[in-house]
């Protein structure tokens, strides 16, 4: 079975170790979200790129769910003794050797998919791990600070303002003249099952439907198309998704998510068990519905919301 998964960070991550555990055959391609990337102290850092390889590969520091285990922080307190910042985004001295090895092999002429997958080859995730695009898209979103409207860069709204200001837009800069990177269109039309794990649908997986043709390849793919909500219980699992999704307009809720993404996208969609009154709403919308547990306690827990994934994509299928 092929099969491909639009993932961000830390839920795609998680959930993509369960799928794993509940199809070890199948070959897997991750496309992974670049709108969260930025340029610190002249280092290109991909946080979910990296959060993926690192969850699968071994390495990553679980209680976070980010950055690696073990880790240690002598740099960034000998950059603040020199006053270099920002302070609010602590890189870590394990994972600055990946960000000097990206940033070194894409100034000497290689694409992000190519350093994307030498950096694979070290942690061996299982999976094929490709960008969504080459070219250099930056989510940011505007906000008000200090009585005025500004834009900023998503990892900023999100790590220093802890998302604590209203967002009124939220715009993937550069994402409508970049190109899918090498491999990503040509695993979309090649694969059996198409999965949205529950990724952030703003600024995860919408900025990766947000790159010119990868939207319409996964709806001209003529293969089953099936979600799992991040919200439960009218909350976001993890994070601050309910913050982006008002800024676009949806509410924070199961059956709104589905709609958001919509039937020419999604064929099917999970919700939890405690949102399964929402059922009739979304398979009112064109979208089949189903209810199951979707709380990733553990890895079993995660693999058998796969599972119920795959199921719900043959039952479309048939």
């Not at 699968?56 to 910042?85: D, N, P, S």
């Not at 050797?97 to 002429?109: D, E, K, L, N, S």
Request: charged share 20%; with cysteine; net charge negative.
């Amino acid at each position: 079975m092929r099969i491909v998964v639009l993932a961000g960070g830390i839920g795609g991550a998680r959930f993509l170790r369960g799928l794993k555990a509940a199809a070890p055959e199948a070959e897997i391609t991750v496309v992974g979200n670049t709108g969260d990337d930025i340029h610190l102290f002249g280092l290109k850092v991909c946080p979910d790129l990296d959060t993926v390889m690192y969850t699968l590969g071994g390495g990553i520091h679980e209680e976070q769910g980010w950055g690696r285990a073990e880790e240690t922080f002598a740099v960034k307190e000998e950059l603040a003794a020199y006053g270099v910042g920002p302070e609010w985004f602590g890189l870590g001295d394990r994972d600055f050797a990946t960000h000097i090895v990206r940033t070194q092999m894409i100034g000497a002429g290689y694409p992000l998919s190519a350093v994307t997958e030498a950096l694979c080859a070290r942690w061996q995730p299982g999976v094929r791990l490709i960008p969504m695009s080459d070219d250099r898209v930056e989510t940011h979103v505007l906000v008000e600070l200090d009585g005025e409207r500004k834009a900023v860069h998503f990892q900023e709204y999100w790590v220093r303002l802890r998302a604590s200001v209203p967002a009124h837009a939220v715009v993937p800069v550069g994402a409508e003249g970049a190109k899918p990177a090498p491999g990503v269109l040509e695993a979309i039309g090649e694969a059996d099952v198409i999965l949205f794990p529950p990724s952030n649908p703003v600024v995860s997986i919408g900025t990766i439907l947000a790159v010119p043709g990868i939207r319409e390849a996964i709806a001209d793919a003529g293969v089953p198309v099936v979600g799992l909500s991040p919200i439960v219980g009218d909350a976001p699992v993890r994070g601050m998704a309910d913050k982006v999704l008002a800024a676009v307009g949806v509410e924070s809720t199961a059956a709104a998510v589905a709609t958001h993404y919509g039937s020419g996208l999604l064929d099917g969609w999970l919700v939890d068990t405690v949102d399964a009154a929402a059922a009739p709403e979304v398979e009112a919308a064109g979208i089949r519905c189903r209810a199951v547990p979707l709380l990733m306690e553990s890895v079993e827990a995660t693999a058998q919301m796969a599972r119920e994934a795959l199921a719900l994509a043959e039952e479309v299928r048939a």
